[in-house]
């Protein structure tokens, strides 16, 4: 897997700006009430739940948030019902975007998120339309600080990781989705903690934009989203070259 590397990145810094300031924690707490209740609040049952505890962990979620989501998800605690939907769009310059959409109130959510594309002159697809060119997959990355290269190739290979790739200054890692807690779970044991580690949808074709205009716009479109208190996560197939990341990254 090659080419989706460079908007990877730009996601994951984001990711971690988010985390700084609360929003990744309330978004990945959604998930994990979703999750206990979809398949209990047991992680050593529900693998589902110890992913997700382990993207908690990698933006450094403190354990009783962690703890407090489970319970409301499994109904110890009072908490909100969540209902996941995913919307499909496309962009300028034809870039697809996927949207992930936990809400506890739908028109509300599809309301704000046709609002937030019109604006940027984006368009909602029919369901399949955008997701039929992505694929799950486990998506970590490790700070190249952490580990050098050929250690971590092997530790990541050896649990069932299917390629590891430098980027930037870390090393993306992608698993089939039955292989990401291995993998996760390996590098903890290694005492290698991740920056990010999520199952995320993955372009298997990318759209080359060159122009900075439409680059920049499409960026502000995903930021908006990324916003969003109802929206989890958004995956795009944008590849940008070098030269435009950087001048985009000059510009901001």
Not at 98 to 107: A, G, P, Y
Request: aromatic letters at 4%; zero cysteines; hydrophobic letters at 40%.
């Amino acid at each position: 897997m090659s080419g989706h590397s460079k908007w990877a990145t730009i996601k994951h810094k984001k990711g971690a700006a988010d985390a700084k300031r609360g929003k990744a924690f309330s978004k990945i707490a959604k998930e994990l009430m979703v999750e206990a209740k979809r398949g209990g609040s047991n992680p050593d049952m529900n693998a589902g739940l110890r992913a997700l505890i382990q993207k908690a962990k990698s933006v450094n979620m403190p354990g009783d948030n962690i703890d407090r989501a489970i319970k409301k998800g499994a109904g110890e605690l009072e908490g909100a019902t969540f209902e996941e939907i995913v919307y499909e769009g496309y962009a300028g310059g034809g870039v697809g975007i996927v949207i992930k959409v936990l809400t506890d109130n739908r028109n509300r959510a599809a309301a704000e998120i046709r609002h937030i594309l019109t604006k940027h002159g984006a368009s909602l697809a029919g369901q399949g339309a955008v997701t039929r060119g992505f694929e799950r997959k486990g998506q970590i990355y490790v700070g190249a600080d952490k580990a050098k290269e050929e250690s971590l190739m092997e530790i990541v290979l050896e649990a069932g990781a299917e390629d590891m790739q430098p980027d930037d200054d870390s090393f993306e890692i992608l698993t089939d989705p039955a292989s990401f807690l291995a993998v996760t779970e390996a590098l903890d044991k290694a005492g290698i903690k991740p920056d990010s580690a999520e199952i995320a949808m993955i372009p298997t074709l990318q759209v080359p934009v060159t122009d900075k205009g439409t680059a920049s716009s499409v960026m502000k479109l995903i930021g908006e989203l990324e916003d969003n208190d109802d929206v989890q996560d958004v995956f795009t197939n944008m590849d940008l070259s070098d030269e435009i990341l950087k001048q985009i990254e000059n510009a901001g």
